[in-house]
Structure formats: C-alpha cells, structure tokens
C-alpha cells in the first residue's frame, strides 16, 4: 500500500520565504518575523517548509549573534572587517539558498547554528 503525502508542493512560498529575510534591511526585524511567521502557520500544510523554515530561523540567530559578537570586537578594529563580512554573507546567501530551493535542491545555510532542530 502506498502512502501519498498529504502535504502539498509550493516551490513559490518556499522561495519568497527566503528572500522575505532581505527585509532585514528595511525593518530591522522583519527578515526574522515574516519567515517565522510563514513557518508556523504553514510548517504542516507544504513539503519541505518544515525543514527550510528552521534553516532560515537558525540563520537569522545565528547572524544576530554574529552581528552582536563583530560590534563588540569593533572595539579591537577587527570588528568591522567581521562586520562586514556577516553583513554581505546576511543578503548573499539568502538569494542563493532561494535559487536552491525553487529549482528543488538541498538547502543548507553555511555559518549556521542550529538551535531548532
């Protein structure tokens, strides 16, 4: 007997959910809000939500950590190259994790911690 997924396929949400983290740099906060409000609300009804929707919430912490660590060290100069750098890995990697993911690859962001397994 074979068991037929009651989840549907939307490669659409999917991909928007990652760009939505570009918010970040409108609102501040809105590039971790919106994804993690797409992910509880639709995390049963969409394949494969549940797993990215975790990636992009580990992310997100993990590049507020990351941000929170590089202006401490902006004290020792270092910082700001740190800075930098988290900042261009903070609105690269969502455009090529939202590529992956609409053209039904494994997404897996790079530098992350997972806290939400």
Known sequence: MEVISEKKQDSQLLYLMHLSQLLNLVTGMG???VPLIIWLVKRDEIEN???EG???LNFQISIFIYFILSSIMIVFLVGFVFIGFVAIVAIVTPILQANKSKAGEEVRYPLTIRFIR
């Open 31 to 33: 590039g971790f809000i």
């Open 49 to 51: 939500l549940d797993y």
């Open 54 to 56: 975790k990636e992009i």
